[in-house]
Every structure is written in C-alpha cells, then in structure tokens.
C-alpha cells in the first residue's frame, strides 16, 4: 500500500547550523501532513502541520515546505539546538479519510537528528 | 492544562496472558486514537474513538484486541491473549471536538514486552 517514508535514518548537524530532514510522500490524495518529534522515552511531540492548499508554513524556528509535483515534504529548523536531538516523524492523511470521518495518521520511519555541540 | 496520559508505562507479560493498557486523553478530547510501533517498524494506526463510539478500527490487526471508550472519556486496549509479535509501544493521542483534521496529541505511550 501507499506510505509515508523518509530519505535520510540519521542527520548530524552542528550546533548553530540550520538543519533540514526530507520526507517522500506516495499518495498523491494525501491532504495534510505534521511533523512530530520524539525524544527518547516519550511520545510524538507535535511540531508543526500543513494542508495541502499551501507550500509553505512557518512556526517558531521550524518551516514545513510542501511540494505537491514531487510529493515531497521537508522540515528546517533554523539555529538547531542540542534539544533539537530527536527522531522526527512526518506523518499524513487522505482526503479520502478526512471526508469519511477517518483521521488516522500514516508515518513515516522516522529521522534521527543529532546536534554536535 | 495536563497532556495525554497513559497507564501502565510498561508492562511484561508471558504469551498468553492478558494485558490491559488505559489512555486518559486531554479534557475535551472527543477524538482518541490508538497507535502502536512494533520493533523496526513505523508507528501504526489501530483505532479511532469519536466520544464512545468507534468511527474507525481498520487498523486493529485481529480479535484478540479489543479497544473500549465507555462514556467517551478514557479508553482501554485489551491484548487477550498475547502474543510474542504484539510487543512494541503503543501509544494514545487525542485530537478537538471540531469537525476535520486537527493535531492530535500522543501520550508517552506503553511499552509492551510480551515474552
């Protein structure tokens, strides 16, 4: 069936730099997409979301790009932070799902980032 | 305001017993859903709760789960019996009570070692 997945398991950046983690989406009828973080022995944290009728969304240090052509969906965090260090998750719905009531989250594998001091 | 909460942290059981894992949600939360990631795996979706009712369990993978939400506030996820490919962590995440897609947020999840 269709997923979510990631091109990069692990991504070191250094203390200050920007950082950007990728995700490929294959269903093209996906609608909405998060980011979630997660740090060891916790659960998803809820980074930021975007819906398809938009490329671009910023929150605190931390901008979702969507680009539809290609199915992609990229995460920058600027000035990352050693409590930058987790695993992210992009994660996705359908309209197909949404409209019948259905918001269950397809993930991704997941993206380890690590911050070197 | 307190996040969503889930009890036990972890628990090990031996194949063929029972386990039952419990998910408070945020105060307000009508959506609840459960998720679980099995070993090398990608977070998977089991269930969806709107207030009691369920509105989609096309993820649960057999009869032996059953998910309960009596009174549409907390829920129950009962594993009867266990089997060794059911150990993971399975985590609860509630969502609003408005109408579409909204961010749901994850509890710190159970971590299930079933041996």
């Known amino acids: 069936g269709e997923s979510v997945g990631l091109h990069l398991p692990t991504l070191s950046v250094q203390e200050g730099d920007n950082s950007i983690i990728n995700c490929a989406y294959s269903?093209?009828?996906?609608?909405?997409f998060i980011w979630y973080k997660q740090e060891s022995g916790k659960g998803p944290q809820f980074i930021i979301d975007i819906r398809s009728n938009m490329d671009k969304r910023q929150g605190q240090r931390v901008t979702v790009l969507l680009n539809k052509t290609v199915k992609h969906l990229s995460l920058q965090i600027a000035a990352t932070q050693p409590g930058d260090s987790a695993v992210y998750f992009c994660?996705?719905?359908?309209?197909?799902?949404?409209?019948?009531?259905?918001?269950?989250?397809?993930f991704g594998k997941g993206t380890k980032l690590s911050v070197i001091p | 305001e307190a996040g969503v909460t889930q009890f036990p942290s972890h628990s090990v059981i031996e194949k063929g017993q029972t386990v039952t894992l419990r998910c408070d949600p945020i105060s307000g939360h009508d959506n609840l859903y459960w998720y679980r990631r099995v070993m090398g795996k990608e977070i998977k979706f089991l269930l969806h709760f709107v207030k009691e009712s369920k509105q989609d369990e096309s993820g649960m993978p057999n009869n032996r789960f059953l998910a309960e939400r009596t009174g549409g506030t907390y829920s129950t996820l009962k594993v009867q019996p266990a089997e060794l490919e059911d150990s993971g962590v399975y985590f609860c995440a509630s969502s609003q009570s408005l109408a579409g897609l909204h961010e749901q947020y994850f509890g710190p999840g159970t971590r299930l070692t079933v041996t």
């Open positions: 269903n093209s009828a996906s609608d909405y």
């Open positions: 994660a996705e719905n359908t309209a197909q799902n949404s409209g019948a009531g259905s918001y269950q989250l397809t």
